[in-house]
């Protein structure tokens, strides 16, 4: 009958274990929901700050895209007279 009892101890300590491991368990998740809702709150804060980031590498975009536009249309060959009789011609970039 001893290993009757012994295993009666044996589950009464699983048991325990258990309920130990749950409550921790429930403490993490506890834990883990509080983080998530700061990192959201965070998150929310600095949304703003992204989309002005945002803004401002599209406005960047545009100036540069205009920029280069311009250039092309104005890119034209250059003549330039020598005192030779063939004149050079000079592309500037």
Known sequence: MTTLAETEQTLSDARTAVNGITEEAKDLIHTANQISDD????????????????DVGDMIHNVTSEIKR??????????????ESNPVQIKLK
Do not use: C, F
């Open 39 to 54: 990192v959201k709150g965070k998150m929310k804060a600095v949304d703003p700050l992204i989309e002005s980031a945002h």
């Open 70 to 83: 311009t250039a092309m249309q104005k890119r034209q060959t250059k003549t330039i007279h020598t005192q």
